[in-house]
């Protein structure tokens, strides 16, 4: 196990889902952060999808301090600077290339890069990664597809994202070569429009309790 994704690991600390956040309102960052941590997910990813993605990341990072914030959708070596400038954690793209494992080899921030296929599988495990995001989940095969991965692929783990919810979740989180998932459903969003922090922290506390068997 490489020394970064072991840094990851230690990260997420055995939290089993995570919550993939598209923060429309930069207001939202703070109390949204706050909620999930103290429904026991400290662990959050900021989606670069929104205008204000990068603000919401660093009001997080900088006034939560139980929170861990990461940056998600990151797509190349600039998005990988800006989300790191910004106080990401860690870094979280849908693939992987050779322009991101550069910027992440620059960086001691950690890269969980997307891989689904083989090569692409293969392609990381060269580059010296063994800890991966497989998305999206669902869309690619789901549990089955990641299950047959699992021999051919030994010590190679995987945080399925997409199509990922409270229904699936355990299907997930059973295989051994799953170290967590993620997922918007902890966050939905009429929820973080309502400002029901108070709902959002008990599916956060929900989700927590989804440890691996």
């Known amino acids: 196990m490489s020394s970064k994704t072991e840094k990851l690991l230690s990260l997420l600390d055995g939290q089993p889902v995570i919550p993939v956040l598209k923060i429309d309102n930069v207001a939202d960052a703070v109390p949204l952060a706050r909620a999930l941590a103290r429904g026991g997910l400290r662990a959050i990813e900021i989606t670069l999808r929104t205008p204000d993605a990068l603000e919401a990341i660093r009001r997080a990072a900088g006034e939560v301090e139980e929170a861990i914030v990461g940056s998600g959708t990151i797509l190349d070596a600039r998005q990988f600077e800006q989300a790191e400038k910004a106080g990401s954690k860690f870094i979280v793209s849908p693939g992987v290339t050779r322009e991101l494992l550069a910027a992440a080899g620059n960086s001691e ?14 392609a990381a495990r060269e580059a010296g990664l063994d800890f991966l995001k497989f998305f999206p989940a669902e869309q690619a095969g789901g549990a089955s597809f990641l299950k047959a991965l699992a021999s051919p692929f030994a010590g190679i783990k995987f945080c399925p994202t997409g199509g ?19 997922g918007s459903w902890v966050a939905p969003d009429d929820l973080v ?18 440890r691996k068997s």
């Open 193 to 210: 429009k309502a400002g029901d922090w108070a709902a959002i922290e008990a599916l956060a506390r929900e989700a927590s309790g989804l």
């Open 109 to 122: 921030v950690p890269l969980l890069p997307g891989a689904i296929t083989p090569g692409e599988i293969m």
């Open 164 to 182: 990922v919810s409270a229904k699936n979740a355990r299907d997930y989180l059973s295989l051994p070569n799953v170290n967590c998932v993620g």
